[in-house]
């Protein structure tokens, strides 16, 4: 199943994924991923934030992901979260916000579990979790779907960031590739980590069993869209 959001791709449309940075937040502002979200005014920042707050979501927004489509509408992912982003590990709530047009208001939508919209991170060693240093930093928020102990997503997190090995000819797990989302397998026991390519229309999806005190790869599908 292609993991990415028809909303999703459609921005991506405009604004690769690809940029070799990441706007840095101030000390209220949010980190911003994309050409397109870069291209948001301070006050658009703004105004999302009031927007956001009116509607009982008044958690810290650290990370924006989107912008204006070449229509001149609006597509904005925000990652919301009450915990501090100095941790190792943090669960945190993904919304959708829209509008038609600059002169519009903005619509948020809360995402649910069932349409990915619980999320979580895994820091990199010494890296704050507000922290991103290029449009694809695999410390950036994935889906979570299903129940998970957070011991077990960052084990599993950190695993695969080893790059370990997927099959018997030494092909190994690309590690630099951002995690999209974990979800369990319809076994109940696998684990399944989608990862996300350089072209974000392809990737793997990788499954796991634990094994002692780590895991093991059982297979590996590539994906295209």
């Not at 994924?17 to 948001?40: C, D, F, I």
């Not at 997503?153 to 695969?160: E, G, P």
Request: proline content about 6%; charged content about 20%.
């Amino acid at each position: 199943m292609f993991p990415i959001t028809a909303l999703l791709a459609a921005w991506l449309s405009f604004a690769p994924a690809t940029s070799p940075t990441v706007s840095q937040p101030l000390s209220t502002e949010p980190a911003r991923m994309g050409n397109a979200a870069r291209r948001l005014s301070k006050r658009d920042i703004s105004d999302i934030q009031r927007v956001l707050a009116s509607a009982g979501k008044a958690t810290k927004l650290f990370l924006i992901i989107g912008g204006e489509t070449p229509q001149h509408h609006y597509v904005v992912y925000g990652y919301l979260s009450n915990e501090s982003g100095k941790g190792e590990f943090r669960r945190c709530d993904k919304v959708l916000i829209t509008r038609m047009s600059s002169r519009a208001r903005w619509i948020i939508s809360l995402m649910g579990e069932k349409s990915g919209g619980t999320c979580a991170q895994v820091a990199t060693s010494g890296q704050s979790l507000d922290s991103f240093a290029s449009d694809r930093d695999v410390s950036q928020p994935f889906w979570l779907i299903g129940e998970f102990p957070d011991s077990d997503v960052i084990s599993v997190v950190r695993y695969l960031r080893s790059g370990p090995p997927t099959n018997r000819f030494g092909e190994r797990v690309p590690d630099q590739w951002p995690i999209h989302q974990i979800y369990r397998a319809l076994d109940g026991e696998s684990i399944v980590v989608v990862l996300l390519a350089p072209n974000e229309y392809s990737g793997l999806s990788i499954f796991l069993k634990r094994e002692g005190d780590t895991w093991r790869i059982e297979q590996t599908y590539n994906w295209v869209s």
